[in-house]
């Protein structure tokens, strides 16, 4: 059975940083891709962020690039998304997801499993 477990949100003002984590319990990491996604109010769920665990090769949103940065810890199986310089607009819940076709797909609904979601609140 999988299980992703968000944690690491919070308040922060813009220009801040913040770092999420997602333990994932996995029966193997071989093809797994790892996705980062967020859902304002009112928004429908869109991609930040995904990590091939074997590869390492990632991809980003455009809105986020060069100011957020996904990683994986391979002996602790877990995923972060470093978030730096962070906008209201940032604000978010973010959800931790993964995938098994070692393919970096944006699309949440190509994601079998998610985690329960972190909020992450950006104040101007």
């Known amino acids: 059975q999988v299980q992703l477990v968000e944690s690491g949100g919070g308040l922060v003002q813009a220009g801040g940083s913040l770092r999420l984590s997602c333990a994932a319990s996995?029966?193997?990491?071989?093809?797994?891709?790892m996705g980062w996604f967020r859902q304002a109010p009112g928004k429908e769920r869109e991609f930040v962020a995904a990590i091939s665990w074997i590869s390492r090769s990632t991809r980003y949103a455009d809105s986020v690039k060069g100011r957020f940065t996904i990683s994986r810890d391979n002996a602790k199986r877990t995923v972060y998304l470093q978030m730096d310089s962070l906008k209201p607009e940032d604000t978010a819940v973010y959800y931790c997801a993964a995938d098994w076709t070692l393919e970096l797909r944006i699309g949440p609904r190509e994601y079998d499993h998610w985690g329960q979601g972190t909020q992450v609140t950006v104040s101007s």
């Open positions: 996995v029966d193997t990491f071989s093809r797994v891709v």
